[in-house]
């Protein structure tokens, strides 16, 4: 991140924001209903932790044929996904419950998922949903020199082949998590003075993360060789099975932000950005596939991007029924309303803003 502090603008004359939150507001108020999880939230962690853990029970206790096992890693890396997204997400945006002892718990299952609460807080709800989409500050559009997802960022000859091989590398995320990038983090963060809440004492957090670090390692690693497993093979399956699961989540991320009808602003030389926060939101975000039923379900209803961005303190399962409301809302207020009707037409989208942003910047 860059030292200069950036402000969004505070003027909204036409009162966008306000009025969409009593709109939403009213919603809950008049359904007498919870902003937070219910029945349909909990059954569906049911659901996801057990795409999860079942696949690698079943590998522990039966002698299966190696094919049958690399379907089993690839579900265990379907559900791992499907945590992270249905599970892990809302807990710790605190919106799987009322209650803040049960978000403590579900957010926590980011350890089983190679993770770690604090780098992902800081990463994932202060970086990218407070200056989402700009350079220097998201991190999550960041990928290094590898692959150019914004026009601000500098273009390398590599990036003319980003359309070919950016896919092959989303795969990557999760288990750069495990080895390297949660370390890295900690280190800048803390470094940083970085925190969504109270500020860790540093030796908590480097107690937390190496402790967590041995854990995850002795059930995914040391656990399976006790058990028999050749070397060769828990170590193709640990990679399989990360694989799979950042590939979803990679996905799944790159078509809400990194699309064509998204934008990347930047500030001005005073650090100053031309919307509103909520605006903002509006201009970088963008949906896919929002009549779906199984995207919806499976993603953790962030194919609702645009609502998740505008009321990460609602659950998930609520984006559906208050999208509606936003969507009206923005039209009403001649803003954009980005969205894509289904997951192919936005992935073919992705694949065709790589293309655009692999050009070299004077002939695109």
Do not use: C
Not at 49 to 74: C, E, G, N
Not at 276 to 296: D, E, M, R, Y
Not at 300 to 315: C, K, M, P, T
């Amino acid at each position: 991140m860059t030292k200069q502090l950036l402000s969004f603008s505070r003027t909204d004359s036409a009162k966008f924001f306000r009025t969409l939150n009593k709109r939403v507001n009213a919603y809950f108020k008049d359904n007498k209903i919870k902003k937070t999880g219910n029945w349909k939230l909990y059954s569906k962690a049911i659901v996801m932790f057990a795409l999860f853990i079942a696949p690698l029970i079943l590998i522990f206790t039966l002698d299966l044929p190696s094919w049958a096992q690399i379907l089993l890693i690839v579900t265990i890396g379907v559900g791992m996904a499907g945590v992270g997204m249905n599970v892990m997400h809302d807990a710790n945006h605190d919106a799987f419950s009322s209650k803040k002892w049960v978000n403590k718990l579900m957010g926590s299952s980011i350890y089983i998922l190679a993770g770690n609460v604090y780098n992902w807080k800081v990463q994932h709800n202060v970086l990218h949903h407070t200056y989402t989409n700009i350079q220097g500050y998201d991190e999550d559009i960041d990928a290094g020199r590898i692959i150019r997802f914004s026009k601000h960022t500098k273009w390398l000859k590599i990036h003319k082949y980003q359309k070919f091989y950016s896919f092959f590398l989303y795969g990557l995320l999760t288990i750069n998590w495990a080895i390297t990038t949660d370390f890295i983090q900690s280190y800048q963060y803390l470094k940083k003075k970085l925190s969504y809440g109270k500020f860790p004492k540093p030796a908590t957090q480097w107690t937390k993360l190496i402790i967590s670090k041995i854990i995850y390692y002795s059930v995914w690693i040391a656990l399976p060789l006790f058990l028999g497993f050749t070397w060769w093979k828990v170590i193709i399956g640990f990679f399989i099975m990360h694989y799979t699961a950042g590939l979803i989540l990679s996905v799944v991320f790159q078509l809400a932000h990194v699309m064509p009808n998204t934008e990347m602003p930047l500030p001005d030389k005073d650090g100053g950005m031309k919307n509103t926060w909520a605006i903002h939101q509006l201009f970088t975000t963008s949906n896919f596939a929002p009549k779906s039923w199984l995207v919806g379900f499976f993603t953790g209803g962030l194919n609702h991007q645009v609502e998740h961005h505008l009321y990460s303190n609602i659950s998930h399962i609520h984006y559906k029924k208050i999208a509606k409301i936003v969507k009206e809302t923005a039209r009403e207020f001649s803003l954009p309303y980005n969205e894509y009707k289904t997951f192919w037409k936005a992935l073919s989208e992705h694949y065709n803003q790589l293309k655009v942003l692999g050009q070299k910047p004077s002939l695109a």
